[in-house]
């Protein structure tokens, strides 16, 4: 039952599939600073980063810091990318799914890496990094017509390779004990760049700062002197509807979805297949579900709004009740709607 749910992770990487995938030559796409009426200035740059759209805002009485604070971030985000990045040759991750095996280990991969597995366990096995392989068969099973091709035999053979268990975490190394295995940490990376980011933001004097990321956002501070920052979550239609809109400060939000992800011309088959049979289509009413975490920090945010998705909203709103500092909004284009227990209180405008 625990290797059902592992490798019922992949449909987590609905919301997140081309997370890490571009992380060096950032377009700038927004650059403005104003003066607000506490007498501070509000920079707000957004870039395309980590395949996604990534803006940072900060507050500060010089216009110079709240500048500079950004561009450290950007450069934060850009170097943690490079590091993480599976789908750019010559990256740590990238040798680690080609060789099985990497020493010398970057300090920052060695955390995330034992987070994961943290979280797996956490999860039992729900969020799981090692689901690469599978994702791997959806990828190039696709023909001409954009339908999906994947015979039984190319799933039992990538399945075979998942489980996190066979991965050693060490400070000497990271090694697979299973050959062929490959990672992803799409659904814990993004968090774990945006928190790195933040603590930049404040070591250089921005206290009063947002980054959003995609369905990661770190708020810290406030927008204004006694304001929380507002924040809306978009529905998982795609349409400009807004399921929730909540205050946050000093916390971090995540949400995992991908309703417009799928693997084959008809839309048949959800972009993260059913963990009961990964070549049917969605029996458990996936489609459209979404779930936004709040939590200390982006990774956390990050990670348990992943396992959540992979679970039955029922299931995903005992697990995440179960989670210390945590709680959760499940939506779906049903208008399905499920709070953890303290959600309404904690974050309610």
């Known amino acids: 039952m625990e290797n059902a749910v592992s490798r019922s992770f992949i449909k987590s990487l609905g919301s997140t599939a081309a997370l890490l995938a571009y992380p060096l030559g950032a377009a700038i796409k927004l650059a403005d600073t104003m003066r607000i009426g506490d007498r501070r200035y509000k920079h707000t740059e957004t870039r395309t980063l980590m395949g996604t759209e990534v803006s940072i805002v900060t507050l500060h009485l010089s216009k110079d810091a ?33 060789t099985g095996r990497l020493s010398d280990v970057a300090p920052e991969l060695l955390e995330v890496m034992e987070k994961a597995g943290s979280f797996y366990r956490r999860s039992k096995g729900a969020f799981d990094p090692s689901v690469l392989p599978i994702l791997d068969v959806f990828k190039g099973g696709r023909d001409a017509q954009g ?146 975490v709040v939590a200390p920090s982006v990774m956390e945010a990050d990670a348990l709004s992943t396992s959540g998705f992979v679970m039955s909203p029922v299931e995903a709103l005992s697990f995440i009740n179960a989670q210390e500092e945590s709680e959760c909004l499940i939506f779906s284009s049903a208008e399905l709607r499920m709070f953890s227990r303290n959600w309404e209180n904690q974050v309610r405008v």
């Open 66 to 98: 709240a500048r500079h604070a950004a561009e450290l971030g950007f450069l934060e985000i850009e170097r943690l990318s490079a590091i993480f990045d599976r789908r750019q040759s010559a990256t740590p991750v990238s040798y680690l799914n080609e």
């Open 147 to 292: 339908r999906l091709r994947v015979s039984q035999r190319e799933l039992d053979n990538a399945m075979a390779l998942v489980g996190f268990d066979s991965v050693e975490v060490a400070d000497s190394g990271i090694s697979f004990n299973k050959s062929s295995m490959s990672i992803t940490l799409d659904g814990i990376g993004r968090g774990y760049i945006v928190d790195r980011a933040s603590d930049i933001l404040a070591a250089n004097g921005v206290e009063n700062h947002l980054i959003i990321a995609g369905g990661d956002i770190r708020a810290c501070g406030e927008r204004s002197p006694g304001q929380p920052w507002i924040v809306a979550i978009n529905a998982p239609s795609g349409k400009r509807t807004f399921p929730a809109v909540i205050r946050l400060k000093d916390i971090a939000v995540a949400t995992s979805g991908g309703a417009e992800f799928y693997f084959d011309a008809e839309e048949s088959r959800y972009h993260i297949p059913n963990s009961d049979d990964v070549l049917s289509s969605s029996k458990r009413g996936v489609h459209g579900h979404n779930v936004s």
